[in-house]
């Protein structure tokens, strides 16, 4: 894989339907500092649900992430390539049913921008922890002290994040894009946000606003964290089952 906006593509690690004719596809993005792999267990437990079943569930590395790292010295992806990258991968998939787009972390974000980049493309969104800083939190002092801190805790769980340029440049390009909130305040596609009350790095404290600017979106706060426990699993199963039933 080569740096080329036009050959732009995303590593795919899944693809399944149970049916032998899917209603929906569900393409989920992973995170910051992680891969496709964060989708296993919250994909066993969709598999689970029999009114699931007519479902195709796609999962994608993003670049930089998982099978989609190359040993591009460069690897300086930005929003631009990884939303290319993101639709190019899209359209070889071939689908001709309704797309949902669920996000995690900084998966949120992208999912978020390619919906608005692309109208009527994306039946629904559903995010999974986003990150929502706004520009007053751009703006505070504690701000950069507390990347910071997010950026040294990832290196304690694996010292390679300290000097690998495509988590950095994630955190500094994507995370840090101080145009995430207005691309979220925007939306015009239904819109479930599934959050953990105890979240300290999503800065939650501003959904509530969020969700008075945009009457579209929704949202459920669950107990937990940042991960995907069975509380925000329970909830994404929920809102799949609602989609499924208004699609039929």
Aim: net charge neutral; aromatic share 8%; with cysteine.
């Amino acid at each position: 894989m080569t740096k080329k906006a036009s050959t732009l593509t995303l590593a795919k690690t899944y693809d399944k339907v149970a049916a032998d004719k899917p209603v929906l596809t569900v393409i989920f993005i992973h995170g910051i500092a992680d891969d496709s792999s964060r989708w296993v267990r919250p994909i066993e437990r969709l598999r689970e649900e029999h009114k699931l079943d007519a479902v195709r569930f796609v999962t994608f590395d993003l670049l930089g992430s998982g099978k989609s790292l190359t040993d591009d010295e460069n690897l300086n992806y930005d929003f631009k390539d990884q939303l290319e990258a993101l639709d190019n991968s899209i359209e070889a998939l071939d689908i001709d049913t309704p797309i949902v787009l669920v996000g995690h972390s900084m998966g949120c974000l992208i999912s978020a921008r390619y919906a608005s980049q692309h109208k009527n493309k994306i039946r629904e969104l559903i995010l999974i922890s986003p990150p929502v800083y706004t520009k007053k939190d751009f703006e505070s002092p504690k701000f950069e002290p507390s990347m910071d801190g997010f950026k040294a805790l990832m290196v304690v769980k694996n010292p390679i994040y300290k000097d690998q340029k495509a988590f950095n440049n994630e955190l500094m390009q994507i995370v840090s894009n101080r145009t995430n909130y207005d691309i979220l305040e925007k939306l015009v596609e239904p819109t479930t946000i599934i959050y953990g009350a105890a979240d300290k790095i999503i800065a939650g404290y501003n959904i509530p606003g969020l969700l008075k600017a945009n009457s579209n979106i929704l949202a459920f706060k669950t107990p937990g964290a940042h991960g995907i426990g069975h509380e925000k699993c329970d909830k994404l199963v929920a809102t799949l089952k609602r989609i499924v039933n208004e699609t039929l």
